[in-house]
């Protein structure tokens, strides 16, 4: 498969929860701002989800569905902090798998640990993720997992935005990667909604081709 794959029979339902109670806001009038700076119609906070029980239970099967489909060899799940940790642990303990999470960092004390878990040399492990933008800090997590020994087979996530440059880092570091939803789903789901018009889509999509200069 791809090394970026949208489980389809999901997309577009999990679009229209995410997007009923705004944990995805789209704006071009007036952008957000991103931690890198870059200005966006678009912003993503997936753990406004954790917060209603219907919503949770529903993202939880959709990402244990997927790594049952298309991870089946899955011994552990790994969250990726911060915010694919409660996520991880929810679908770990639906798997009935061992579990541990990847912090952006090691601790600066006790056993400065940068994986917290039993780590299980040569263990495949699926990481769970929220949200992929360029995939940065998600394949830090996994190249941490490959470093500590396990085996790394694909990671799942809630979200991307479908940048062409977290295609080519995951194709590069040959992790493959499901997502419930992308960006053009979320935007056909918005103009359904009436969230956004249709003559509002070209100038929401252009962000897309060059976000670091998009105003």
């Not at 969250?79 to 409660?86: C, D, E, L, R």
């Not at 087979?153 to 809630?158: D, K, N, P, R």
């Not at 990667?177 to 935007?187: A, C, G, K, N, Y």
Request: hydrophobic share 45%.
């Amino acid at each position: 498969m791809p090394f970026i794959t949208t489980h389809g029979a999901t997309a577009g339902a999990v679009a229209r929860q995410l997007l009923q109670i705004e944990a995805i806001r789209i704006n071009h009038q007036k952008p957000f701002t991103w931690s890198s700076g870059w200005k966006s119609p678009v912003y993503c906070d997936n753990r406004l989800a954790l917060s209603y029980p219907d919503i949770r239970r529903s993202i939880k099967e959709a990402l244990v569905g997927c790594v049952r489909h298309y991870f089946p060899e899955a011994a552990c799940i790994a969250g990726v902090a911060t915010a694919g940790v409660p996520q991880g642990a929810l679908v770990a303990d639906a798997l009935h798998l061992p579990y541990v999470y990847v912090r952006p960092k090691p601790k600066d004390h006790g056993m400065g640990n940068l994986i917290e878990g039993k780590i299980t040399r040569g263990q495949r492990v699926v990481l769970v993720e929220d949200l992929v933008s360029t995939g940065g800090s998600s394949l830090k997590a996994a190249e941490a997992l490959r470093d500590a020994g396990f085996s790394v087979v694909g990671m799942v996530a809630i979200f991307t935005y479908g940048f062409p440059e977290a295609e080519r880092a995951f194709a590069a570091a040959r992790v493959p990667l499901v997502v419930l939803s992308d960006f053009d789903t979320l935007l056909e789901e918005a103009v359904a909604m009436q969230y956004v018009s249709a003559d509002d889509l070209i100038y929401i999509k252009s962000w897309r081709l060059d976000p670091a200069h998009w105003s």
